[in-house]
């Protein structure tokens, strides 16, 4: 069974532009959320979506975006990039919708740079 | 900012159990206590969770205080692979919100 995958890996983007990451979760799994992982801040719940519907949001600017589409894959989306947004984005699948009684599958996340 | 705390780091010898202490001081009563683990250029990957009851499972054991303000993950017997930073993770409505991580080292 695959597991999560995303895309790109790697990420170099100049200040005031956007970014666009995808997420395909593992297959038949309908909740994705995505997490900021930077030195700093460690670990920070970004957003979840199920059957294409933001559950909830985390405490980040409306810069920070998101979707989930019909077959499950999500894309999140960061405009006007600032320096503070390098970091490592993670993305989560999970069968059930929440992550408070479920396991959840982690990608290898996409290291973006913002420079 | 985290709601859970953890050691910086913790070292063990391989073979021996490890206990890894969590604090959560403000945890609430319905959010679970999760445990995830990650290695270098790697996402996390989930270890065990649970409500109050201890539990159990191949990778690890999860004992529960009474009143859920601490946690401490057991690996029976650990070896080099299980050397990773350990998340202490408490997953509400606001998605799993992790703590800063155990840096956990395994001596040969």
């Known amino acids: 069974k695959a597991g999560v995958t995303q895309t790109p890996r790697y990420l170099i983007k100049t200040r005031g532009q956007q970014v666009t990451l995808s997420c395909s979760p593992i297959?038949?799994?309908?909740?994705v959320s995505w997490y900021q992982q930077t030195p700093g801040q460690g670990l920070q719940f970004l957003f979840e979506?199920?059957?294409?519907?933001?559950?909830n949001k985390g405490n980040f600017p409306g810069r920070f975006s998101g979707r989930q589409f019909s077959n499950s894959r999500s894309e999140m989306n960061v405009s006007t990039l600032e320096l503070g947004d390098s970091a490592l984005y993670l993305c989560?699948?999970?069968?059930?919708?929440?992550?408070?009684?479920?396991?959840?599958?982690f990608g290898q996340g996409t290291r973006l740079t913002v420079v | 900012d985290a709601k859970t705390t953890q050691p910086n780091s913790m070292e063990s010898n391989e073979e021996e159990p490890v206990h890894l202490p969590c604090n959560h001081s403000?945890?609430?009563?319905?959010?679970?206590i999760h445990w995830y683990r990650q290695l270098p250029s790697q996402g996390p990957e989930y270890v065990i969770h649970?409500?109050?009851s201890n539990v159990n499972n191949r990778m690890a054991s999860l004992a529960i205080a009474e009143d859920r303000k601490s946690s401490t993950l057991i690996l029976h017997r650990a070896t080099l692979r299980d050397a990773a930073v350990y998340y202490c993770?408490?997953?509400?409505?606001?998605?799993?919100?992790f703590g800063k991580g155990t840096h956990l080292i395994i001596q040969p």
């Open positions: 649970g409500l109050t």
């Open positions: 989560a699948s999970s069968l059930l919708p929440g992550t408070v009684n479920t396991e959840a599958f």
């Open positions: 993770v408490e997953g509400g409505a606001d998605g799993l919100t």
């Open positions: 979506y199920f059957s294409e519907t933001q559950r």
């Open positions: 403000t945890i609430s009563g319905t959010d679970y």
């Open positions: 297959s038949g799994h309908r909740s």
